[in-house]
């Protein structure tokens, strides 16, 4: 039952904030977050479609959260060199959620894809709601940031 | 610096201009369609930046949203009513009182004009006409009582409408507002999604720090001189004290205007006590120590960046186009536009340095 006037046009799906909260809960960001909490910022996270081709984000551009591929795939570049070719269910551009970032890299859609912006202000909203689960959120963002950097360094030191 | 690199930032800044003409025209184009609930939209939303927390308070709490926001409103309505039913008769009164030393206090205006204007008059050997100042004040003030006797129907109309209005509109924000901002926001382009969001994110976050910094602020202004006009026995210590903490809410140009009114109040009173204009302007200034020194470093410290003339141009301008609305919304509207411009004009800027 819609609650607004606006709800009929725009509201998104269940079965939308399910496949989404199913994607994050599969990610490291969310590992022992219960699920109806996944669920819960889901619905409040915005899906975007792109074409092939289309630009996501340019190297130097101000980042305002993490996305996660959907749909499609995304291919991120730095200097002409391809850095990664991510599919459904990864996600990149994380930094954003834990301090004002500067994208790193440009980021393209492949084909048409579909993704989900996480982003930093939905975060903080969510974690004055649920501070404890926003710990544990934080200790994972972390993490995963902390797993980066030692790849990044792994990469280094064996050039 | 290099030419190229100059190119770029000039047509860069050219660039921003132009998006930024366009969403001032904007703006001002919705607030010209909303003019007629322009004042209930905007104290809606100033309740909405100052109740918020109070709600999630509650919703953390495990309170169901809708029944928090229900009991913040409750409460806000006793405590209106409670300050209604005590403060307004105490404020008719001193309004009263007011209007009756209104003639003392011209004819205190007059001395002082007389005392120092024939010294001024000495010097710069100019002659200055006191009666017609004092004329032309009069015809000023009664040409505002008339107005304002005329439109009293209209005031109370404006005011039912308000009264009726803010809570419905405060009670809708508090519930809706961020889904319909989503939604709103995902009208933005893929190129702008991003860059609207930290934009409107910074501008919030400002803005709600802001409105909640000078409301405190005006709060303990007015406590204080409330209490000190009390304390040193002035006559309006309630209504003396509300205008000193309204006022407030004008840096440099507020705190000088109610200094002016104090003593032009205290001067007034029968019998003359001169060392109460000396006390009254010493609670006034005690009054902005505290704000100094406490309050404004714990609560509206770094709420806006913006440089002392920027801030006095602004109320002057604002004030001359739009009034006394002008005025009140001249610091908010300029911290707003200097974000929005910084944070268009790099994002901009970043485009033109990746095009070769």
Redesign the interface.
Same mark, same amino acid.
């Given at each position: 039952m819609s609650n607004?006037f606006?709800s009929n046009i725009?509201k998104k799906q269940n079965n939308e904030i399910q496949s989404i909260a199913n994607l994050w809960q599969s990610t490291p960001l969310f590992n022992k977050i219960p699920a109806r909490h996944i669920e819960f910022l889901s619905a409040?996270m915005?899906v975007?479609h792109?074409r092939p081709d289309?630009?996501?984000?340019?190297?130097?551009?101000?980042?305002?959260?993490a996305i996660l591929v959907m749909q499609g795939s995304v291919r991120v570049m730095a200097n002409k060199t391809e850095l990664a070719l991510l599919e459904a269910g990864d996600f990149f551009g994380e930094i954003a959620l834990a301090e004002r970032d500067i994208r790193t890299a440009d980021a393209f859609s492949l084909g048409n894809s579909t993704l989900v912006?996480f +982003?930093?202000?939905d975060l903080e909203?969510w974690i004055? +709601?649920?501070?404890r689960l926003g710990a544990r959120f934080l200790m994972n963002l972390s993490s995963t940031l902390a797993q980066r950097l030692f790849q990044v360094n792994q990469l280094i030191a064996d050039q | 610096m290099p030419a190229s690199v100059y190119i770029k930032t000039s047509s860069a800044n050219f660039q921003t201009m132009k998006i930024f003409v366009l969403v001032i025209a904007v703006i001002l184009g919705s607030f010209y369609l909303m003019s007629s609930v322009l004042i209930p939209v905007i104290i809606s939303f100033t309740l909405y930046a100052l109740f918020e927390p109070a709600t999630?308070y509650l919703?953390?709490h495990n309170i169901n949203h809708s029944v928090s926001i229900l009991i913040v409103l409750l409460l806000l309505v006793i405590f209106g009513f409670i300050a209604t039913a005590f403060a307004f008769p105490q404020l008719l009164d001193q309004v009263g009182l007011l209007q009756a030393k209104l003639p003392q206090i011209l004819s205190q205006l007059e001395v002082f004009l007389t005392r120092y204007s024939s010294a001024l008059s000495a010097k710069i050997g100019i002659d200055l006409d006191n009666s017609k100042i004092i004329i032309s004040l009069l015809s000023q003030f009664s040409s505002l009582g008339q107005s304002l006797l005329l439109n009293i129907s209209d005031k109370l109309l404006g005011f039912a409408i308000i009264s009726l209005l803010v809570p419905f509109l405060t009670y809708y924000l508090l519930k809706?507002y961020?889904?319909?901002r989503?939604?709103l926001?995902?009208w933005l382009p893929?190129?702008s999604?991003?860059?609207g969001?930290?934009i409107?994110?910074r501008v919030a976050r400002q803005l709600q720090s802001y409105t909640r910094g000078v409301m405190i602020q005006s709060a303990v202004m007015a406590s204080i001189c409330i209490a000190g006009f009390t304390l040193i026995g002035m006559d309006i210590a309630v209504l003396l004290g509300c205008i000193t903490g309204i006022l407030n809410l004008l840096p440099y140009v507020g705190p000088i205007i109610s200094m002016v009114l104090t003593l032009l109040v205290t001067s007034a009173m029968t019998p003359f006590d001169p060392s109460l204009l000396y006390l009254g302007v010493l609670v006034i200034m005690s009054a902005q120590i505290v704000d100094n020194v406490i309050v404004i470093p714990a609560v509206i410290a770094h709420a806006v960046n913006l440089h002392p003339v920027q801030v006095v141009l602004g109320i002057i301008i604002f004030g001359s186009v739009f009034g006394t609305l002008g005025v009140i919304l001249a610091i908010p509207a300029i911290a707003t536009a200097k974000i929005v411009y910084n944070?268009l004009y790099?994002?901009i800027l970043?485009?033109h340095?990746?095009t070769p």
């Open positions: 607004s606006w725009f409040k915005h975007r792109f289309e630009v996501i984000f340019r190297q130097g551009d101000q980042g305002a959260g912006y +982003l930093k202000q909203e004055e +709601l649920e501070p | 999630l919703v953390r809706d961020k889904s319909v989503n939604r926001m995902n893929n190129s999604f991003e860059l969001w930290l409107y994110h944070n790099t994002d970043n485009a340095r990746k």
